[in-house]
């Protein structure tokens, strides 16, 4: 797909993708893949993961991502395994991604034998970290709505996959997780950070009327350079901290991500102290965080 379809548009503040950052999330990649494997080898297909998921149904879910994205990380007109998928990732939003591209993927890859799912997850990764062991970390690729990640991002992404719904599946079987913190905080730069740099396409629209004004927060955690996330009249984009951030927020990466997927609550994150947020403007993170969403 050419990438021309939507607007590009470039952050001022500086990238987090990194030669050693490069060679940190493949190699997190690997190993998350071969806890993945373990976890769903030999579960209960029957279990349920989530409300509406089996857990070999939510295994099926990040494979089918790994698989699509053995393809994705070619190029933006690499045809993909499942037909139609093109269009439907460039026409989804944050919030309309479980009945749109969730369900397409999950039609498309029906594999639901555990084993099977495992091989298919170890080969997919096996094939992202062939395709793309001498390539530029920096260059994109069209992702949901129209936007843009890098490959180090695509990636990140993954890992993330296999941590959340690895989470997911552990609940339902009864089984041990883990969470690395260093693995969401490649997520948080590599991914979501650059996200913002290289252009969001359609990806946070909805139908509400865009808040006027700006707000900025940055972010400060012990696993992640300082950044400021901005929103400014509907626009996001990224920017270094500077004093007149209306917001700050210290964060422990994996209860900010659980928070953003809505795993857990903002309070609970505060309560349990991996949130602290201040500034000369704190109650501006709320209308943030609206626009600033997961799905």
């Known amino acids: 797909m050419p990438s021309t379809r939507f607007p590009a548009y470039r952050s001022s503040g500086a990238t987090r993708i990194t030669p050693e950052k490069w060679l940190e999330v493949r190699a997190a990649l690997a190993d998350a893949c071969t806890r993945f494997e373990t976890l769903i080898t030999g579960i209960d297909p029957h279990a349920m993961a989530t409300a509406e998921w089996t857990v070999t149904?939510?295994?099926?879910?990040?494979?089918?991502?790994?698989?699509?994205?053995?393809?994705?990380?070619?190029?933006?007109?690499?045809?993909?395994?499942i037909p139609g998928m093109r269009d439907a990732i460039l026409a989804t939003t944050v919030d309309n991604i479980h009945g749109g591209v969730n369900t397409r993927l999950l039609r498309g890859y029906p594999e639901r034998e555990p084993r099977a799912i495992a091989a298919r997850m170890r080969s997919s990764v096996d094939e992202i970290l062939r395709q793309t062991a001498g390539a530029d970390p920096s260059r994109t690729v069209a992702w949901l709505g129209g936007s843009r990640v890098p490959l180090a991002g695509v990636l990140a992404h993954l890992i993330n996959e296999m941590l959340v719904h690895g989470s997911d599946i552990a609940r339902g079987v009864g089984a041990a997780w883990q969470i690395p913190e260093e693995y969401e905080a490649l997520f948080f730069e590599l991914f979501l950070i650059e996200i913002m740099r290289s252009g969001l396409g359609i990806l946070l629209d909805?139908?509400?009327?865009?808040?006027?004004?700006?707000?900025?927060?940055?972010?400060?955690?012990?696993?992640?350079?300082?950044?400021?996330?901005?929103?400014?009249?509907?626009?996001?984009?990224?920017?270094?901290?500077?004093?007149?951030?209306?917001?700050?927020?210290?964060?422990?990466?994996?209860a900010l991500i659980f928070m953003l997927f809505h795993y857990t609550t903002r309070s609970r994150a505060a309560m349990t102290g991996s949130l602290i947020v201040w500034g000369r403007r704190p109650w501006l993170l709320a209308p943030f965080l609206r626009k600033i969403r997961l799905p």
């Open 206 to 254: 909805d139908d509400r009327p865009a808040r006027r004004g700006r707000i900025a927060v940055e972010l400060r955690s012990a696993y992640t350079r300082p950044v400021t996330i901005v929103v400014d009249n509907g626009q996001v984009h990224i920017e270094e901290p500077s004093r007149d951030n209306d917001v700050r927020v210290w964060f422990k990466p994996s």
């Open 57 to 81: 149904d939510t295994a099926a879910h990040v494979t089918g991502i790994a698989w699509m994205y053995t393809l994705m990380v070619v190029s933006d007109d690499t045809p993909l395994p």
